[in-house]
T-cell receptor, first 112, second 112 residues
Framework: GAVVSQHPSWVICKSGTSVKIECRSL??????MFWYRQFPKQSLMLMAT?????????EQGVEKDKFLINHASLTLSTLTVTSAHPEDSSFYIC????????FGPGTRLLVL | GESVGLHLPTLSVQEGDNSIINCAYS??????FIWYKQESGKGPQFIID?????DKRQGQRVTVLLNKTVKHLSLQIAATQPGDSAVYFC???????????FGKGTRLHILP
C-alpha cells in the first residue's frame, strides 16, 4: 500500500512553455500533498503544500504564480511550471501523507 | 532555524559489513524522525521511522537509534548489500508547523 505515482517521469520543453506534472495517491486518499524540488547532488527542498479544496501554501522564496498547484481531488495534485526557463530544470518530487510521507518517483524537467 | 543534517556526505562500506549513518537535529521539540533511501533518479523510499518516546526501533536489517540528550539519531544497516547503495536522508518536522524537512544526505558506497 501507500503508493504515489507521478506523471510524466521526465519532460523536455522549450523555454517559455508551461509544463504540468501530476501526482496521484493510488491506494489512499490524501488531503495534503507536498511538492519538493531537488537539484543534482542536493537534498529535497520543500516548495509548497497542496491542500485539497483550498489554496496551496508556498514556502518562502517560491513564486506561487510561477508554480501553480491544484489539488482537485483527494488523490490528485498537479504542479504547473509556468513560462519555464532553464533554471527551472530540476527533479520535482511529490509526496502524500498517510501517517508518514510517501513519495512519488519524481519528474525530471529539462528546459531548453 | 530548525534543521536536520547528516554528519558525512559519503560513506564507503565493505559488502557484508554493517553500515552506520548518523544524523543530528537542532529542534529539541521534534518528536518524530524518518529515514529515507533514495536511489539514483528515483523518489525517496521510506525505510523506518521513530518517535521520541522510543530510543530504538528495528526493522528488517535496519535499526534506528535516537539519542535525545545529544539530539542525534543513527541508521544501522546490517550485512550491507550492493542493493543498499543509495543516498540516505534523515528527515523530521521543523518546529513552526511540523512539515517534514530533509537533511543533506549521505551517499552509501558498497565496496566489493
Amino acid at each position: 500500500g501507500a503508493v504515489v505515482s507521478q506523471h510524466p517521469s521526465w519532460v523536455i520543453c522549450k523555454s517559455g512553455t508551461s509544463v504540468k506534472i501530476e501526482c496521484r495517491s493510488l491506494d489512499f486518499q490524501a488531503t495534503t500533498m507536498f511538492w519538493y524540488r531537488q537539484f543534482p547532488k542536493q537534498s529535497l527542498m520543500l516548495m509548497a503544500t497542496s491542500n485539497e479544496g483550498s489554496k496551496a501554501t508556498y514556502e518562502q522564496g517560491v513564486e506561487k504564480d510561477k508554480f501553480l498547484i491544484n489539488h482537485a481531488s483527494l488523490t490528485l495534485s498537479t504542479l504547473t511550471v509556468t513560462s519555464a526557463h532553464p533554471e527551472d530544470s530540476s527533479f520535482y518530487i511529490c509526496s502524500a501523507a498517510m501517517e508518514t510521507q510517501y513519495f512519488g518517483p519524481g519528474t525530471r524537467l529539462l528546459v531548453l | 532555524g530548525e534543521s536536520v543534517g547528516l554528519h558525512l556526505p559519503t560513506l564507503s562500506v565493505q559488502e557484508g559489513d554493517n553500515s552506520i549513518i548518523n544524523c543530528a537535529y537542532s529542534n529539541s521539540a521534534s518528536d518524530y524522525f524518518i529515514w529515507y533511501k533514495q536511489e539514483s533518479g528515483k523518489g525517496p523510499q521510506f525505510i523506518i521511522d521513530i518517535r521520541s518516546n522510543m530510543d530504538k526501533r528495528q526493522g528488517q536489517r535496519v535499526t534506528v537509534l535516537l539519542n535525545k540528550t545529544v539530539k542525534h539519531l543513527s541508521l544501522q544497516i546490517a550485512a550491507t548489500q550492493p542493493g543498499d547503495s543509495a543516498v540516505y536522508f534523515c528527515a523530521g518536522p521543523r518546529g513552526r508547523d511540523d512539515k517534514i524537512i530533509f537533511g543533506k544526505g549521505t551517499r552509501l558506497h558498497i565496496l566489493p
